[in-house]
């Protein structure tokens, strides 16, 4: 069978560059939470709620991002590009010239995280 290790190569080295790009993927909560702190909190909350000391000066209000029902590829374009890019209000500004991407990336793991912890919460309540 001189087949049979071309086709394991074949099989596993899509699965073993899908588990690299994953793990250069893997965003960091806690590096995300400092930035949020620092960009976004004045209009966000510091967690994310929309009720940041900056947000009854806009209307729209901004959003509460741990309950929002973009997924991650359109947080991303949002926090990069803008309101506009995915229909939302210009008032929120694209932080490209500011963030990396992997920064925009953290920034969305401490969103997931903090929306996480507060299903789990609003679960245990109903528990
Ligand atoms: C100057 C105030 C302000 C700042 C600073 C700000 N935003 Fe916003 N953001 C808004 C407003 C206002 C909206 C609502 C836009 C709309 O609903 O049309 C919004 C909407 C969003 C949305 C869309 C959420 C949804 O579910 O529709 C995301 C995501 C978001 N902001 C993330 C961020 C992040 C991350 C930062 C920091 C990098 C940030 N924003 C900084 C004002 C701000």
């Not at 690299?20 to 702190?37: M, V, Y």
């Not at 009720?51 to 973009?70: I, M, V």
């Not at 793991?109 to 679960?123: F, I, S, T």
Request: aromatic share 4%; net charge positive.
């Amino acid at each position: 069978m001189p087949c049979l290790p071309v086709r394991l190569v074949l099989v596993t080295l899509p699965v073993l560059i899908i588990m690299a790009a994953d793990r250069s993927n893997a965003a960091d909560p806690n590096a995300g939470k400092t930035k949020f702190l620092q960009v976004c909190a004045t209009c966000h909350g510091n967690t994310g709620l929309g009720d940041g000391p900056a947000s009854t000066a806009y209307n729209p209000r901004p959003k509460n991002l741990q309950t929002t029902e973009l997924n991650d590829k359109q947080l991303h374009n949002v926090i990069a590009n803008g309101g506009p890019a995915e229909g939302l209000s210009p008032l929120m500004l694209g932080w490209k010239a500011m963030l990396k991407p992997e920064e925009i990336d953290n920034i969305i793991a401490y969103l997931r995280k903090l929306g996480k912890q507060a299903q789990e919460k609003k679960n245990k309540k109903s528990e």
